[in-house]
């Protein structure tokens, strides 16, 4: 089965206001800039997004909050976006902070299936909130919910005709996760490659995942800080 779509705007068809959409990647790296800057061109409004970090200014998730079309943030990093911040402290913006490790595993545990899970970690802070506490092993947890999306974008090193990806060290933060959690999943690769040509014992997320995939363009790869030594 051929999912390949012509490139990125083809790719984000159907996403509508109001939709909840998950964005893999880790700060800058690994992250859909196609599907991002392709979302930040249309009028789509009032989205929840389900991502690690809310991107920089002017880029990535940045173009989105730039327009006001995310009304709630779902991250466990949110620290290299002003916009973020102003929007945050002026109440424009819903905002839930989880745990890194606890934000992977409820996405990881709504593709496999799981509805629920407890975990250590955010007891005994505003984390726990009204959650259901158990004690397990002489230690309190928290019950957390596991995640799914409309939308699921990720992106990928490579990947083939039917959905195969695989995903490049780091790049594949949360996108693996992701790939599996998303009603439909989104993927955009670096280099795109006929059915039969990856290696099936190196692919990270099978095709059976994935909806619609396409080759992407103009990466810019971009580096939060860049530090150098003379």
Not at 91 to 120: K, M, N, S
Not at 149 to 169: E, P
Request: charge should be negative.
């Amino acid at each position: 089965m051929n999912k390949v779509v012509k490139d990125a705007f083809e790719a984000i068809q159907g996403i509508t206001d109001n939709m909840t959409i998950m964005l893999g990647g880790f700060g800058l790296c690994g992250i859909p800039e196609n599907c991002l800057k392709a979302l930040a061109e249309t009028e789509i409004h009032g989205l929840t997004c389900i991502s690690n970090n809310a991107g920089i200014d002017g880029f990535g998730l940045g173009l989105l909050l730039r327009k006001h079309q995310i009304r709630k943030m779902i991250s466990s990093y949110v620290g290299e976006n002003k916009e973020f911040e102003r929007q945050l402290l002026s109440g424009e913006l819903l905002v839930d902070l989880i745990p890194q490790g606890t934000l992977a595993e409820r996405i990881r545990a709504g593709g496999a299936g799981i509805p629920a899970f407890f975990v250590p970690a955010g007891y005994g802070t505003e984390v726990q909130g009204d959650k259901e506490v158990r004690e397990y092993f002489g230690k309190m947890h928290i019950l957390e919910e596991g995640m799914t999306a409309d939308f699921a974008i990720v992106k990928a090193k490579y990947g083939d005709t039917r959905g195969n990806l695989i995903f490049n060290h780091t790049a594949n933060n949360f996108n693996q996760a992701m790939a599996t959690a998303g009603k439909i999943t989104i993927a955009e690769v670096e280099e795109l490659v006929p059915y039969g040509e990856l290696d099936p014992n190196h692919i990270h997320t099978p095709g059976i995942y994935v909806q619609r995939i396409f080759q992407g363009k103009d990466y810019e790869k971009r580096i939060e800080f860049r530090t150098t030594t003379v």
